[in-house]
C-alpha cells in the first residue's frame, strides 16, 4: 500500500513535470525527502495529507522545517498555511518569518 501511495505521488509530480532535474526512469534514486519536498511545493492538500500515513509526522515536518519553509517570499503563503493546518502554530506568520530569518542567519555565519 505504501508503495502504491508513493508511485501515485510520484507519477501526480512527474505528470506536472516536477522531476524535470531527475532520471525520472530511476524512481527508486529518488530520495522520501526529495519527494516530500515537491509535494509540499507542487501538488495539492489531499495530496499532501497522504505524505503523513506514508512517511509519518516528524519525518514531513523535518524536510518542511529544512527544505520548503526557508524559500522565502515565493512559498510563503503556502508556508503560512502548511505553519497553521499541519503543524499547529499559533502564530503561523511570525513561525514562518523566524524560520526564514534562521536559515538566513546559517547561512552568513557559514
Known sequence: MNEDVRLHLFRKLKEENC???YDVSKMDEISDE???EHVLLYLDIDDIDLLFPLFGYKKVKRVWLDRVAPQG???RQYNILY???YFGAKRPEAYVKSIETRHIN???AA
Do not use: C, G, N, V
Request: aromatic share 40%; hydrophobic share 75%.
Open 83 to 85: 505553519a497553521w493546518y
Open 19 to 21: 522531476f524535470w532535474s
Open 73 to 75: 517570499e515565493m512559498f
Open 34 to 36: 526529495a519527494l516530500i
Open 106 to 108: 546559517r547561512l552568513f
